[in-house]
């Protein structure tokens, strides 16, 4: 019944196209907040509980407002003004206004509409390529935190739990209700995605002394594992550790990068994911070729 009414309404491209892009442009602002607010949100409360065990009852932390993903309401980091629902309509609003604070003039950063539109063209990608389908809208789901784990990863080399776990759940959800794979599948992707991970740092570590990556990167991949399946992994691994380490290669030669400094692993786990979401039959076809199967 839900993939009929998809159908009538992919037929009228007019309609479905402009939704889906403007929808993706509200969930790209959303992500905004969440990639901004979360990780302080994290370091909020970490300091919290580092009071509470020194036993400090008083100090920044437990004096200063708690922060969340709705309060307080999105203002300029400048001036502190609240910014309007005119002045907050994805992409657009930052084009009217040049990219400046309507109250004092202060720059905005163009990250902001740069992460709305990449959230609409990978999410326009996906429809796309799997289809107008409601295993298609589904993939959104998958694709959408893959955006926010990213930029956060970046920004703060963490992949914060209340993303990756939930995530993970989900993968198993939807297979568990006739997604992309047999449930089973989507269980031992889970297991083997993280098992994987787990079982490199531990050796890395044994070997070398020095931690190569975080848990966060083992749950991610566990994540992607319960929603593709545990056959993707291999691909999966094999994409972000290639270009993993065609980028840090470049980075150490043209920004002389340091080489002890950690280069964030999830952006890459991310990456090759949505690559085997949307072409997973054709590339386990070329890694199966490749191994001579």
Request: hydrophobic share 55%; glycine share 10%; with cysteine.
């Amino acid at each position: 019944m839900a993939n009929s009414t998809l159908q009538a309404i992919a037929e009228t491209p007019w309609i479905f196209w402009p939704a889906l892009v403007m929808f993706s442009l509200c969930v790209g602002s959303f992500l905004n907040v969440v990639i901004l607010r979360l990780p302080r949100m994290m370091e909020q409360a970490w300091r919290r509980e580092c009071e509470a065990l020194q036993g400090n009852t008083e100090g920044e932390a437990s004096t200063e407002p708690d922060l969340g993903l709705a309060m307080p309401r999105s203002h300029c980091p400048s001036c502190g003004a609240t910014i309007g629902a005119l002045d907050n309509i994805p992409v657009i609003s930052y084009l009217l206004l040049r990219g400046r604070c309507r109250q004092c003039g202060t720059g905005i950063s163009a990250r902001y509409p740069i992460i709305e539109a990449i959230t609409a063209a990978l999410s326009i990608i996906t429809v796309l390529v799997l289809g107008v389908s409601v295993d298609s809208l589904i993939a959104l789901l998958l694709v959408w935190p893959l955006i926010a784990l990213t930029v956060i990863d970046l920004d703060t080399q963490l992949l914060p739990d209340s993303i990756t776990l939930p995530l993970l759940w989900l993968g198993l959800i939807v297979n568990a209700t006739g997604g992309y794979v047999s449930l089973e599948a989507a269980f031992w992707g889970a297991v083997a995605g993280y098992l994987s991970l787990w079982s490199i740092y531990q050796l890395f570590r044994v070997l070398t002394g020095k931690e190569g990556m975080g848990y966060g990167d083992f749950k991610l991949l566990a994540a992607l594992g319960a929603w593709l399946g545990w056959t993707m992994l291999p691909a999966i691994v094999l994409l972000s550790s290639l270009v993993g380490a065609i980028v840090g290669i470049a980075m150490m030669v043209f920004q002389q990068h340091d080489r002890n400094i950690p280069i964030p692993f999830g952006p890459y786990l991310a990456a090759a994911g949505l690559l085997c979401l949307w072409w997973g039959p054709e590339i386990q076809g070329l890694w199966l070729r490749w191994l001579g199967a």
